[in-house]
């Protein structure tokens, strides 16, 4: 069993910052891929950005320059770091993880899903 649970959203202005946070547990953690997905009401869950076990990364356009994903091997936990935030952002956001390095958008390859964290940037 892997279990992720999120943490670090919250209110914020638009152009502030917030670090999310996705603690996990599985002494495996690191050998898996890892992905932060968002959905706003009304929209898919889409794909904010990706990780492997080797620290390749992916960022959808939308985010790029603005996120940053990064993890810790041997504590586990798995960031994202968003600045220059914009109300367009605002959604649940969601961490993910799947066996194998293999880069994937879909929500049905991840495996394991912690349970979200609101994140509400207003103008």
């Known amino acids: 069993q892997v279990q992720l649970v999120e943490s670090g959203g919250g209110l914020v202005q638009a152009g502030g910052s917030l670090r999310l946070s996705c603690a996990a547990s599985?002494?495996?953690?690191?050998?898996?891929?890892v992905g932060w997905f968002r959905q706003a009401p009304g929209k898919e869950r889409e794909l904010v950005a990706h990780?492997?076990?080797?620290?390749?990364?992916y960022y959808a356009d939308s985010v790029k320059g603005r996120f940053t994903i990064s993890r810790d091997n041997v504590k586990n936990p798995v960031y994202l770091q968003m600045n220059s935030l914009k109300p367009e952002d605002t959604a649940v956001y969601y961490c993910?993880?799947?066996?194998?390095?293999?880069?994937?958008?879909?929500?049905?390859?991840?495996?394991?899903w912690g349970q979200g964290t609101q994140v509400t940037v207003s103008s």
């Open positions: 993910a993880a799947k066996v194998g390095s293999w880069y994937s958008r879909r929500p049905d390859d991840y495996e394991y």
């Open positions: 599985g002494r495996t953690f690191s050998t898996y891929a």
């Open positions: 990780i492997n076990s080797g620290l390749s990364t």
